[in-house]
């Protein structure tokens, strides 16, 4: 992963120019940023994002510059543009290493691409990717306060991974390729988690057994669907 340090991003700035600029309105970096909290503050989401900016671009080397490119992503996440955020995020993690921020910043990473993740019937890139940061993040803060809702997201993209093959072996069974239907159905019942997808697993193998007449595997699975149904918690 690149890693910009503080000092190239300053150099950065003054090579593009920035500091050639007269602050607006003759604002301190201390009063630009104490506007832009209030702004965010009072979701005014794109008002606060412009002078955060002024922060970061008016006073490089600051020491507001970390926080405000922080609430930088804050705002772009609290208006659910979770591209832009996960840019934020990005470039606070890469470019100010050791910061205060840092594991929110790396936990709210991976939450966008969560954010971002689609339906299962559907590519499943960005849920890959936030499975692959949540895990990296719990690796990292294992004692983190967000590892109980980071292990949960984990749960979820896996049930995603299982509804997407099951998806796949119900377009199979839908054509009359029963025995690709039952290679699916397998294949999500070996799957992670696949615990929380059981009944409709069982209900999928019920049907494809029933369809091609395997008595034997149709028993089975009735049973073991009986099963599960009978020791299933009433609601309440």
Request: contains cysteine.
């Given at each position: 992963?690149?890693?910009?340090?503080?000092?190239?991003?300053?150099?950065?700035?003054?090579?593009?120019g920035c500091?050639?600029?007269?602050?607006?309105?003759?604002?301190?970096?201390?009063?630009?940023?104490?506007?832009?909290?209030?702004?965010?503050?009072?979701?005014?989401?794109?008002?606060?994002?412009?002078?955060?900016?002024?922060?970061?671009?008016?006073?490089?080397?600051?020491?507001?510059?970390?926080?405000?490119?922080?609430?930088?992503?804050?705002?772009?996440?609290?208006?659910?543009?979770?591209?832009?955020?996960?840019?934020?995020?990005?470039?606070?993690?890469?470019?100010?290493?050791?910061?205060?921020?840092?594991?929110?910043?790396?936990?709210?990473?991976?939450?966008?691409?969560?954010?971002?993740?689609?339906?299962?019937?559907?590519?499943?890139?960005?849920?890959?990717?936030?499975?692959?940061?949540?895990?990296?993040?719990?690796?990292?803060?294992?004692?983190?306060?967000?590892?109980?809702?980071?292990?949960?997201?984990?749960?979820?993209?896996?049930?995603?991974?299982?509804?997407?093959?099951?998806?796949?072996?119900?377009?199979?069974?839908?054509?009359?390729?029963?025995?690709?239907a039952i290679?699916?159905?397998?294949?999500?019942?070996?799957?992670?988690?696949?615990?929380?997808?059981?009944?409709?697993?069982?209900?999928?193998?019920?049907?494809?057994?029933?369809?091609?007449?395997?008595?034997?595997?149709?028993?089975?699975y009735r049973?073991?669907?009986?099963?599960?149904?009978?020791?299933?918690?009433?609601?309440?």
């Open positions: 992963m690149r890693k910009l340090s503080l000092i190239t991003l300053i150099i950065v700035l003054l090579l593009t500091t050639h600029k007269k602050p607006i309105n003759n604002l301190s970096a201390d009063e630009f940023y104490e506007k832009a909290m209030i702004d965010f503050q009072n979701d005014r989401y794109n008002k606060a994002i412009t002078n955060f900016k002024n922060v970061i671009f008016q006073y490089p080397g600051s020491d507001k510059m970390e926080s405000a490119q922080y609430y930088i992503g804050e705002s772009y996440f609290s208006m659910k543009k979770y591209a832009d955020a996960i840019n934020e995020y990005s470039f606070l993690i890469n470019s100010f290493m050791g910061s205060s921020y840092y594991e929110d910043a790396k936990y709210k990473t991976a939450l966008c691409y969560y954010h971002l993740s689609i339906k299962s019937i559907l590519d499943q890139t960005d849920t890959k990717k936030a499975e692959e940061l949540l895990k990296e993040f719990i690796e990292q803060y294992p004692g983190s306060k967000y590892r109980e809702e980071a292990e949960e997201m984990i749960k979820c993209c896996h049930i995603k991974y299982i509804k997407k093959t099951l998806d796949s072996g119900k377009l199979y069974y839908k054509i009359g390729k029963y025995n690709a290679m699916y159905y397998e294949k999500a019942l070996a799957m992670e988690d696949s615990d929380y997808m059981i009944e409709p697993i069982y209900e999928h193998f019920v049907l494809v057994y029933k369809k091609i007449k395997n008595k034997e595997k149709l028993s089975r049973e073991e669907l009986d099963k599960l149904r009978m020791n299933k918690p009433l609601d309440k």
